[in-house]
C-alpha cells in the first residue's frame, strides 16, 4: 500500500553545506529526516547521522561501487563506517543479486530507476526496499493499478535456520542445535543463513552454545559436566569441548559422528570455507550467511569476533546481532563497519518507533529482529513506518511450519525458524529471458522458477512452472491466454512479465513476478525484385532492415537455375568448335 506522507531526504555535497544543517539541527528537537551523501563523500555524515538521534544516513553508490561482490561487501563497510544504514544505487547499478546481497548483510537497499512503465515494472520485480523516482507519481500508479490484486513477495525471502537447526522443536529432524550437524543440515535445507550463539571462554576462544550454562539449557539440548553447574564463560576452551553431550541431544541421532564436542566459531569458520574434511560432509565452500547472536555480555568477545572474521575473510558473510546494550554499544566504537542488528521483543516501549529509532540508529544498528510473540495492528503500523526509514525487520522465531507465513505477509526482510525445511519450496526467484514471435505473431517462454531449496544446486529450476503472461501496457496490464500448444499471440506486444502464485502453509498464497522481458516481433521480409544469382541457383534478395538471413538457401525464390533451349553466340565450323549460351528462363 502507499502512504500519503512524506519524509524529507536532504542532499548534501560539500562541508559548507553539512556545517549549516548541524548548526540548524543544534537549534531543534525533533527532526525525522534523512541525509544521503554519495560514496566518495561519505564522510560528511560524520557528526550527523552520528550525533542526532532521530537523523538517518543514507550513502549513494554508482555502479562501479558494487561491480563485483568484493566491491558490494567494501560498500557495506563504507556505509556502516558512515553510520549509515541506507544504500541508494544508481539505475545502473542495480540488479537483483546486488540488491540481495546488500539486503542479506542487513543493509536497507533503496534503488533509482526511470519513470517509464517497464523500468518501475523491473525495480518492483527486483524488491528494493524503496524506490527513488523523478515522477514518483508514476510509481504510486503501477503499484496500485497492477499489484493490487494479492500479496506480491518480489524479495528474495531469507530463511535462517535456528541455531543451525534447533531440533528439540523440530520432532522429525535428526541433528540437534548449535552442532556441526545442525550447520551442516541447514545448508542442505536450502537455508540462506543460520543463526548461531556465541560466548567468551576465559582464554578469549569464542565458543558456540546458546546457554551460558552448557549443563542446564532452556532447551534440554546441553552438556553433562559431573552433575553440577558449568559456566562457559568461567572456563577454557578446552574444558568447555571436555564437556560430554547429553542424551536429550544424543537421542536425537545425530545426521554425522563429529559431535563429539562443543564447536568453537574457529571450527565453523573452517568448515564453511571448505578448510577441514569432517566425516560425512565434503570438503567444500558453504556460502550462507552466519548470524552471530552474542549472547556474552563481556565486551572483549566484539575483538575476538573481529579477529577471527579478518582471519579467515568472513568480513562478507557474517553479521553479527544482540539483545545486549553494552555490545551494541561496543561494536558502534571497535567495529563500526561489521553489521550489527538489534534483538529485542514486540513488547512496551518497542511498539514505539520513537523507541526504536532511538535503540537501532543511536547505536548504528542495522537492524529491528522482533518476537511475533504478541502480533496487533499497531505494531504492525510500527513495522511499516520503521520501514519507510531505512529499518530492516528480521522476524524471530518460528517454532513450527507455517509460522513464518506471518512475517512475510507483513514484508519483513527475512525471519528465522527452526527448521529452514519448512519454507524452502517458497520462491527465491522467477526469471524469463527475451522472446522473439514466429512469423504468426506466436512466442514460446521458458520461465525458470528457482526455489529455496534449489538455491544451492547451480543450473537448478523448477520444470514447467505454472505461470500467467501479462503484456505491460501504458494503461496496464494485459493478461495473455496461453494456446493449446503452450505459445502465446504476442502480435503487437513489447514487453510482457510472468506471474507465479504460492500457496503459504497457512493457507492463502502470494505471488512472484518475473523480469520483464522483452518481446521481438518477428521479422517481416520485402524481397526485391530483382533477382540475385550465382552458378548454380537464383534467389530474390531481402530489403527490410534488420533481416539477419545470411543463408541463401533461407531467402526468397530460392532455386535451381531453369536452363532454356540455349542460343548459339557462336556457329561451329569445320575447323572450329562453336558457341552456345544457356539463360535461365526464370532470373534471366
Known amino acids: 500500500k502507499t502512504v500519503a506522507k512524506s ?61 563485483t561482490e568484493a566491491k558490494q561487501i567494501e560498500a557495506v563497510k563504507i556505509a556502516n563506517g558512515a553510520h549509515a544504514k541506507i544504500m541508494v544505487l544508481s539505475p545502473d547499478a542495480v540488479t537483483l543479486d546486488t540488491v540481495h546481497y546488500l539486503q542479506m548483510r542487513l543493509m536497507a537497499v533503496w534503488a533509482e530507476t526511470a519513470s517509464d512503465t517497464v523500468s518501475i515494472h523491473r525495480i518492483l520485480s527486483i524488491a528494493p526496499d ?43 529432524d535428526t541433528v540437534a542445535e548449535n552442532t556441526m550437524s545442525a550447520f551442516y543440515s541447514a545448508y542442505l535445507s536450502g537455508a540462506l543463513s543460520i543463526e548461531i550463539d556465541v560466548y567468551l571462554t576465559t582464554d578469549n576462544q569464542v565458543v558456540i552454545c546458546h546457554d551460558e550454562t552448557a549443563t542446564n539449557t532452556v532447551t534440554g539440548v546441553g552438556y553433562i559436566y559431573n552433575g553440577v553447574p558449568f559456566h562457559l564463560e568461567q572456563h577454557t576452551l578446552a ?4 564437556l560430554t553431550i547429553n542424551d536429550a541431544a544424543r537421542n536425537k541421532g545425530n545426521m554425522y559422528d563429529w559431535d563429539t564436542h562443543m564447536p568453537s566459531l574457529e571450527e565453523l569458520f573452517q568448515f564453511v570455507n571448505g578448510q577441514t574434511e569432517i566425516q ?17 555480555s563481556n565486551p572483549n568477545i566484539v575483538q575476538a569476533l573481529k579477529t577471527l572474521t579478518e582471519k579467515y575473510h568472513m568480513e562478507d558473510r557474517v553479521v553479527i546481532s544482540s539483545f545486549n546494550d553494552i555490545i551494541h554499544q561496543t561494536m558502534q566504537s571497535q567495529w563500526p563497519s561489521m553489521s550489527c542488528g538489534v534483538i529485542h ?15 537501532v540508529w543511536a547505536n548504528n544498528l542495522s537492524s529491528h529482529i522482533s518476537n511475533y510473540g504478541e502480533w496487533d495492528a499497531a505494531y504492525a503500523d510500527m513495522v511499516r513506518q520503521g520501514q519507510m526509514r531505512g529499518i530492516t ?34 520462491a527465491y526467484r522467477l ?45 496496464g496490464f494485459e493478461k495473455k491466454t496461453a494456446n493449446e500448444d503452450g505459445t502465446y499471440d504476442l502480435t503487437g506486444v513489447e514487453n510482457a512479465i510472468l506471474r507465479h502464485t504460492i500457496n503459504f502453509v497457512t493457507g492463502g498464497s502470494y505471488y512472484v513476478y518475473s523480469n520483464p522481458f522483452q518481446v521481438t516481433a518477428a521479422h517481416t521480409h520485402t524481397w526485391s525484385e530483382a533477382w540475385s544469382s550465382d552458378e548454380t541457383h537464383h534467389w530474390h534478395e531481402c530489403t527490410a532492415e534488420g533481416c539477419i538471413v545470411s543463408d541463401n538457401a533461407h531467402k526468397g525464390g530460392y532455386a535451381e537455375h531453369s536452363w532454356g533451349e540455349g542460343t548459339v553466340t557462336i556457329p561451329a565450323t569445320e575447323t572450329a568448335n562453336g558457341e552456345k549460351t544457356f539463360t535461365c528462363t526464370v532470373c534471366g
Open 7 to 67: 519524509l524529507p531526504v536532504l542532499y548534501i555535497k560539500d562541508e559548507a553545506t553539512k556545517t549549516a544543517l548541524a548548526a540548524w539541527l543544534a537549534k531543534e528537537s525533533y527532526h525525522d529526516l534523512t541525509v544521503l551523501v554519495d560514496a566518495a563523500n561519505a564522510s560528511l555524515l560524520n557528526g550527523l547521522a552520528d550525533t542526532y538521534e532521530y537523523v538517518r544516513g543514507a550513502v549513494r553508490f554508482g555502479k562501479e561501487d558494487v561491480a
Open 239 to 242: 574444558e568447555a569441548q571436555a
Open 345 to 359: 521483543n514486540n513488547n512496551g516501549a518497542g511498539n514505539s518507533i520513537q523507541w526504536i529509532a532511538k535503540t
Open 130 to 172: 524503496g524506490i527513488v523516482c523523478e515522477d514518483p507519481a508514476a510509481v504510486v500508479t503501477v503499484l496500485e493499478r497492477d499489484y493490487a490484486d494479492g500479496l506480491v513477495v518480489n524479495r528474495a525471502l531469507c530463511n535462517t535456520g535456528h541455531r543451525g537447526k534447533a531440533a528439540y522443536h523440530v520432532i522429525d
Open 393 to 426: 525487520f528480521w522476524g524471530w522465531c518460528v517454532h513450527n511450519r507455517g509460522g513464518s507465513d506471518a512475517f512475510i505477509k507483513q514484508g519483513f526482510n527475512g525471519y528465522t525458524e527452526d527448521s529452514p525445511d519448512w519454507t524452502n519450496n517458497y
Open 431 to 475: 526469471e524469463q529471458e527475451d522472446v522473439t514471435c514466429d512469423e504468426t505473431g506466436k512466442a514460446t517462454i521458458a520461465p525458470k522458477l528457482k526455489l529455496l531449496k534449489d538455491l544451492y544446486h547451480e543450473g537448478t529450476y523448477e520444470k514447467n512452472p505454472e505461470v500467467e503472461l501479462f503484456a505491460i501496457k501504458e494503461t
Open 280 to 296: 560425512g560432509a565434503p570438503k567444500e565452500q558453504i556460502p550462507y550467511v552466519i548470524d552471530i547472536e552474542v549472547k556474552s
